[in-house]
């Protein structure tokens, strides 16, 4: 079983390299489709799909792992 802390330090680590892909990803695709942002608005931009993201991964790591937990423990029942 996976610990609340573990699951949010993997989603925020997993959300800061995503972060770092997607700004960078953000300054080179954003032109291309006639959208010129400064370097602060790009930020901003991709902090709150960060913070988007963060919440998204820590819920789905919360529910498979209950959901693991749950599996496992109805098995161990049949088990006995």
Do not use: C, D
Request: charged share 10%.
């Amino acid at each position: 079983m996976q610990t609340k802390l573990s699951s949010f330090y993997e989603a925020m680590l997993n959300t800061i390299v995503g972060y770092i892909i997607s700004l960078t990803a953000q300054l080179f695709i954003f032109p291309i489709y006639g959208h010129s942002f400064s370097l602060w608005h790009n930020v901003q931009i991709g902090l709150i799909f960060m913070a988007l993201s963060l919440a998204r991964s820590y819920v789905l790591r919360r529910f498979f792992n209950a959901y693991i937990v749950k599996a496992a423990r109805s098995l161990e029942r049949t088990k006995l």
